[in-house]
């Protein structure tokens, strides 16, 4: 099991310049569990990409929505946001990537993400939990 990142399930679930690594990561680990704020930020990121991007009809964000909520639905992880607040001050990482860093480190696991410069941030303050998604498939 792996704690996966808002930018790791839209990838995953829509084309996206990350689709194939993001296939390889399910394939890799199909066990994906994230802390329940994914649901808004994914929501919001569809949204965008339909009402702005024009990379997704309403019909591609509804259905893209709906396949992950059928795939992480049931996988979502509590936090402790004491600790997720603790993670924003010492790491200076927003609030949002705390949640999930938090969840892997209360659950000791692996936490996959797209973005770069979180991950090398991370690793930089010698946070061993976080990976970047080409890492993880072994593409980095």
Known sequence: MIVVDAGLIVAFFSKHGLTADA??????????????????????????????????????????????????????????????MGLTLRFGISGYDAEYLALAEEKELLLVSTDERLVNHLQSHRVQTAVHLKEFIGGK
Do not use: C
């Open 23 to 84: 296939e390889a990561a399910m394939e890799k680990d199909p066990e994906w569990i994230a802390p329940g704020l994914w649901k808004a930020e994914v929501r919001n990121v569809f949204a965008k990409r339909h009402r702005l991007e024009k990379a997704m009809t309403a019909k591609q964000a509804r259905d893209a929505y709906a396949d992950a909520l059928l795939l992480l639905g049931n996988q979502t992880g509590d936090i402790d946001h004491s600790e997720a």
